[in-house]
C-alpha cells in the first residue's frame, strides 16, 4: 500500500524540486525584478524601450564597484544608503527603519554579490556547452575568464569616474610612488568591494 502511494506520489508537483530546478532563472527574477521594475517605469516615460536592458546590463557591470560604494556609505553616512536616520523613539518609525534597512542595505547589497558572480555562472555554462566531459578543466577557465572580466570592468569603470571628475582613488598625501600604484592597483582588483564588505562585517563584531 504504502509503494502505491509513493508511485502515485511521484508524478505530482514538488515545490521544492521546482525551485531547486529553476534555481537559477529565480534568483535572477528575485535579484533584479526591483531594478527592472523601476526601469521599466523610467522607460515608459522617456519612451526608451531599450532602458531596462542596459541598466541591467550596467548592474551586472558595475556589481563590484557598487558594493565598495555601498560599504563606503555604511561607514561614512548610512542613513544616505539606508534612507533615513536611525530613530530614537517610535515603534513605526523603528519598523519603517528596520524595512529601509533589509531593502536599501541587505538585500541590496545580496542582489550585488549574486550580479558579481553571473557572468561566471554565464561562462560556466557556455564553456560545458562546447565540452562536457572535463567539468574541472571548464571550470578552472571559466574562473579565469571571470576573473580577467572584472579586472577589466574595474579597470573601464576607474577610468570612467577619473575622466568625468568623480574620485574613486584615494591617494594618501605624502607616500611614495610604489604606495600609491599600489593604492591603485587595489581599486582595479576582482572582488574589492567584496573584500571591504567582509572587512568592515568583521571590524563590527571586534568592536
Same mark, same amino acid.
Request: overall charge negative.
Given at each position: 500500500?504504502?509503494?502505491?502511494?509513493?508511485?502515485s506520489?511521484?508524478?505530482?508537483?514538488?515545490?521544492?524540486?521546482?525551485?531547486?530546478?529553476?534555481?537559477?532563472?529565480?534568483a535572477?527574477?528575485?535579484?533584479?525584478?526591483?531594478a527592472?521594475?523601476?526601469?521599466?517605469?523610467?522607460?515608459?516615460?522617456?519612451s526608451?524601450?531599450?532602458?531596462p536592458?542596459?541598466?541591467?546590463?550596467?548592474?551586472?557591470?558595475?556589481?563590484?564597484?557598487?558594493?565598495?560604494?555601498?560599504?563606503? !556609505?555604511?561607514?561614512?553616512?548610512?542613513?544616505?544608503?539606508v534612507?533615513?536616520a536611525?530613530?530614537?523613539?517610535?515603534?513605526w518609525?523603528?519598523?519603517? &527603519?528596520?524595512?529601509?534597512? &533589509?531593502? /536599501?542595505?541587505?538585500?541590496?547589497? &545580496?542582489?550585488?554579490?549574486?550580479l558579481?558572480?553571473?557572468?561566471?555562472?554565464?561562462?560556466?555554462?557556455?564553456?560545458? !556547452?562546447?565540452?562536457?566531459?572535463?567539468p574541472? =578543466? /571548464?571550470?578552472? =577557465?571559466?574562473?579565469? *575568464?571571470?576573473?580577467?572580466?572584472?579586472?577589466?570592468? /574595474?579597470?573601464?569603470?576607474?577610468?570612467?569616474?577619473?575622466?568625468?571628475?568623480?574620485i574613486?582613488?584615494?591617494?594618501?598625501?605624502?607616500? /611614495?610612488? &610604489?604606495?600609491?600604484?599600489?593604492?591603485?592597483?587595489?581599486?582595479?582588483?576582482?572582488?574589492?568591494?567584496?573584500?571591504?564588505?567582509?572587512? *568592515?562585517?568583521?571590524?563590527?563584531?571586534?568592536?
Amino acid at each position: 500500500m504504502n509503494e502505491g502511494f509513493i508511485a502515485s506520489a511521484e508524478p505530482g508537483f514538488s515545490l521544492f524540486g521546482f525551485i531547486w530546478r529553476y534555481k537559477f532563472w529565480i534568483a535572477l527574477i528575485l535579484f533584479t525584478l526591483p531594478a527592472v521594475i523601476s526601469s521599466i517605469v523610467v522607460a515608459i516615460n522617456t519612451s526608451d524601450p531599450t532602458l531596462p536592458f542596459f541598466q541591467l546590463a550596467e548592474r551586472i557591470f558595475t556589481a563590484d564597484n557598487v558594493i565598495n560604494q555601498d560599504v563606503n !556609505l555604511l561607514i561614512n553616512n548610512p542613513s544616505a544608503l539606508v534612507g533615513m536616520a536611525y530613530p530614537e523613539t517610535g515603534i513605526w518609525k523603528h519598523f519603517v &527603519f528596520g524595512w529601509l534597512f &533589509f531593502w /536599501n542595505v541587505i538585500w541590496k547589497i &545580496f542582489s550585488e554579490i549574486w550580479l558579481i558572480f553571473l557572468p561566471l555562472l554565464i561562462m560556466i555554462k557556455l564553456i560545458n !556547452l562546447g565540452d562536457t566531459t572535463s567539468p574541472a =578543466k /571548464n571550470l578552472i =577557465k571559466a574562473i579565469v *575568464y571571470f576573473l580577467l572580466y572584472l579586472f577589466i570592468a /574595474n579597470s573601464v569603470i576607474a577610468i570612467h569616474d577619473l575622466a568625468v571628475g568623480k574620485i574613486t582613488i584615494n591617494i594618501n598625501p605624502g607616500e /611614495n610612488i &610604489f604606495t600609491e600604484y599600489l593604492q591603485t592597483t587595489l581599486v582595479l582588483l576582482p572582488f574589492h568591494g567584496v573584500v571591504n564588505l567582509l572587512v *568592515y562585517i568583521v571590524n563590527l563584531f571586534i568592536h
